[in-house]
């Protein structure tokens, strides 16, 4: 039996698609956020090969020891995009929970994938809870890559 516990894929947060606009976001505003919650945050900005548009790389330390990479952007304006590479999914809880309480003006706007959801030809939107602790969260996830597994 698959411990999806232990299982690194690529997730991806984002705002409903009927309404990609709603998180109001910019990718200075992203980084402005993620270095007041995470002072020992890295970031490195660069400009996407595929739009032109303005792309941060982050680091972020979210436990004792417990470091994730991702991607922040605005494909169109106002709508962000982060991307976690290779966290479990207890680890993209922690950030989601982040994204969810701290980033966002409404917790019910998040939504979320995965890379296994987008090989297996997903287009479904995955809700995150509006409420709840990252336990909570880790469970959705589990579920979500149980259903991909």
Known sequence: MTDYRDIRTTFILHPPVDDAASWHMT?????????????DAFTKFR???LRGNDVVD????????????????????????ITLALAS??????FATWVRDDLIPSPGILRFSTEP???AGSQDEW???A???????TV???EHLAAFG
């Open 58 to 81: 982050f680091e972020v330390e979210v436990g004792p020891g417990i470091w994730i990479e991702g991607t922040a952007q605005t494909p169109v304006p106002e709508c962000g995009v």
């Open 127 to 129: 809700t995150v809870p």
């Open 89 to 94: 999914a207890t680890e993209a809880a922690r």
């Open 47 to 49: 400009t996407s090969h």
């Open 27 to 39: 990718v200075d505003g992203f980084v402005q956020a993620l270095t007041r919650s995470f002072p």
């Open 140 to 142: 959705v996830f589990l």
């Open 131 to 137: 409420a709840g602790d990252e336990e909570a969260m």
């Open 117 to 119: 959801a987008m090989q």
